[in-house]
């Protein structure tokens, strides 16, 4: 029982206590931390009290403390695989050196990457470097696989957004890969907000039955899982195969049965090709060159001897003719051409393959004789034989150069059809184009072909027949014209003929898209100031969309267009200067006009969703054999999706940024890290 003075409450409040119960004041820190003798307290008891009572130094502030740290360095660890990923993605690289099929203790190229980037960038650089080996968790195939599949997710779901819920139409095409399964890729044409028109690869699938109905079961499953239905499709776009275009149970018709205006246009560029291909088996002559082609680049391409001495020989004749003055020196002349093989579905083969036949025929004949001089197998000696003959005459000089004419004109053609922003309306202008320069080839440079021939005949020493003298053939004597010259078979036998027979095979295969659809879009066309505008045939073309444009609307429609018309052709001087659909959707939406005219906006969108071209899905076998290579054979479906989608898509890709991707693989599955 001690004297108290209430007033030490406030001077030493940071170690006295009262206790209401026993109506005493203690010392707080011996209350507390006091040993066995109470009555010695002391400077450990007052330090261990002091410890108690600090907040920022209890347990739950440490642990709270320690995991932002945490989440901190995960998240750096994260965004740094991330970007790895990305880097792999774009350049169409393997993860694991050069082989995906290897181990996980071998991840090549991922790690390596990930140190070059953590030695370059200060903030995750001790991290990445003192945790990388240890956290084998974070460089695992597992989580490498799972970010590919979330950049995967994201470029999706961004072509979906940009898609906005708008009609689009379909690009559909198959291809057996490397370990011959069959992928179908699916191609996504649509208008963008802006009006631009684009082409987005959306998936792959794995198909194991090819039958339309299998097709439909899969094309359908996946726009499911996108928000989308087949009532959207407002176009079709495939090759000449039966379970794709058939009349009656092919994948079109299935589709149509879904959507009524989904209607169909034959690939422009495969059309064009296959014409080209039924040109050479009409013509006797044409379909002997392409088989002599043929075979002498599978004999030339058979050994790499021979493509050695190819090139040494190629090498040789340019040297020589640069010594006599004949060619000029300069960056980027004279590079080495292949042996390009011509394919009857491969776009523009046969006129790469006929122009590099013409350009190295001196090095080709080279090769062919070393063969004959030099081989030991008879029976290649006589192959060489044959070819030399074959290939030193005047008749295969004339058919060179006459397809490589006739085919410069038509590779035109392909080249402007493979475009993504191609209309259709341009394409058959682009076709008709070519018919004329066909024409003007067969009324006005006969006489320039034959001095083309016959200088390409004097270069490399080949027999110049006369062309007035009679013409002798092998053909049986009831099929012989009587006093045909050389030059009147040349003329008219292969030159009038081959022409003549490309012309009408171009018009017969590029007529199967209707004519109302045609002259509707055509009269969309704004060149020349909408000088091909007519009312009465696009109100026509409006009756092939029957799930656009219901009675009323044709009436709003018809009303809108009157407007419309009046508006851009006399009033806006803006629209004086556009060149196609294309440009005329991009300005529709840079004025607003496509608020002031939506029934005539969706018209246009509705003629740019005819496809020309099935190119974009050809892109996409052209990316599918550089990731899904003979070392990278074993990649299981999901993945490979996972690294050709963001490849090909690489501009909408490149536009998602980290943080998005990594919310997209934090949501996957649960982390023991949640940021």
Not at 378 to 406: N, S, Y
Request: glycine share 4%; hydrophobic share 40%; with cysteine.
């Amino acid at each position: 029982m001690r004297r108290f003075n209430p007033q030490w409450f406030s001077e030493y409040s940071n170690w006295l206590e009262y206790s209401e119960s026993k109506d005493a004041v203690f010392c707080l820190n011996c209350y507390l931390f006091a040993d066995d003798n109470i009555h010695q307290g002391g400077g450990d008891a007052r330090k261990n009290c002091e410890d108690l009572v600090r907040q920022e130094q209890s347990i739950q502030s440490a642990l709270v403390r320690q995991d932002s740290q945490f989440k901190h360095e995960y998240r750096l660890h994260l965004t740094a695989s991330i970007d790895v990923v990305r880097l792999l993605l774009n350049q169409g690289l393997a993860f694991r050196g050069h082989d995906e099929s290897k181990s996980s203790l071998s991840r090549g190229n991922f790690l390596e990457i990930l140190s070059w980037y953590s030695e370059r960038c200060d903030n995750i650089k001790d991290f990445v470097l003192k945790h990388a080996p240890q956290n084998d968790l974070m460089t695992s195939p597992m989580i490498q696989k799972e970010i590919v599949t979330a950049c995967k997710i994201e470029t999706i779901k961004a072509i979906i957004e940009e898609l906005n819920g708008d009609y689009f139409a379909l690009l559909v095409d198959e291809y057996f890969d490397v370990s011959r399964k069959e992928q179908m890729a699916v191609v996504l044409r649509y208008v963008d907000r802006m009006g631009f028109v684009m082409e987005r690869l959306i998936d792959i699938i794995h198909v194991q039955d090819t039958c339309a109905s299998s097709l439909k079961e899969a094309i359908v499953n996946l726009l499911t899982q996108h928000s989308l239905s087949l009532f959207y499709v407002r176009g079709q776009c495939y090759n000449g195969a039966s379970n794709m275009q058939g009349r009656i149970n092919g994948l079109k018709m299935l589709i149509r049965q879904e959507s009524r205006s989904a209607n169909f246009v034959h690939c422009f560029a495969h059309q064009l090709q296959l014409s080209l291909v039924a040109v050479s088996k009409k013509c006797v002559e044409v379909g002997e060159l392409v088989l002599l082609v043929s075979s002498i680049l599978n004999m030339l391409g058979a050994s790499f001897k021979r493509m050695d001495e190819y090139r040494e020989s190629q090498k040789k004749r340019v040297q020589e003719s640069l010594d006599m003055g004949e060619l000029e020196t300069g960056r980027g002349l004279h590079q080495e051409f292949g042996l390009t093989r011509a394919c009857d579905t491969r776009w523009g083969s046969h006129y790469k393959s006929f122009s590099n036949f013409i350009l190295m025929f001196g090095s080709i004949v080279d090769v062919l004789d070393d063969i004959v001089v030099d081989s030991h197998c008879p029976d290649e000696m006589t192959k060489a034989m044959g070819f030399l003959r074959a290939c030193q005459t005047f008749d295969v000089a004339f058919i060179l150069h006459l397809m490589r004419d006739i085919l410069a004109i038509t590779d035109e053609l392909n080249k402007c059809l493979q475009k993504k922003e191609q209309d259709i309306a341009n394409a058959m202008l682009l076709v008709q184009v070519a018919k004329k320069r066909l024409q003007k080839l067969r009324e006005e440079e006969w006489g320039s072909l034959i001095d083309k021939v016959s200088k390409f005949c004097i270069k490399y020493q080949i027999l110049i027949p006369n062309l007035d003298e009679p013409y002798f053939t092998s053909l049986r004597s009831r099929r012989k014209l009587a006093g045909c010259t050389v030059s009147h078979h040349y003329y008219v036998e292969v030159f009038c003929k081959v022409i003549d027979w490309q012309i009408q095979e171009l018009s017969y295969r590029f007529d199967e898209v209707t004519t109302d659809l045609l002259h509707g879009i055509a009269c969309l066309n704004p060149i020349d100031s909408f000088s091909s505008f007519d009312l009465r045939k696009i109100m026509r073309m409006a009756e092939h969309y029957p799930n656009d444009f219901d009675e009323f609307s044709m009436g709003a429609l018809e009303n809108q267009l009157a407007s419309y018309i009046i508006d851009v052709r006399d009033l806006d001087e803006r629209f004086s200067d556009l060149k196609g659909l294309c440009d005329l959707s991009k300005r529709l939406v840079q004025t607003k006009k496509h608020s002031n005219y939506p029934l005539v906006f969706r018209f246009v969108k509705l003629a740019l969703l005819l496809l020309v071209a099935t190119a974009s899905v050809e892109r996409t076998f052209s990316a599918m054999k550089f990731i899904n290579n003979d070392l990278r054979s074993r990649m299981n479906e999901s993945y490979f999706s996972g690294c050709l989608v963001p490849y090909v898509e690489k501009d909408v890709f490149n536009r998602i940024s980290n943080d998005v991707i990594i919310k997209t693989f934090q949501g996957m599955k649960p982390r023991r890290v949640q940021l």
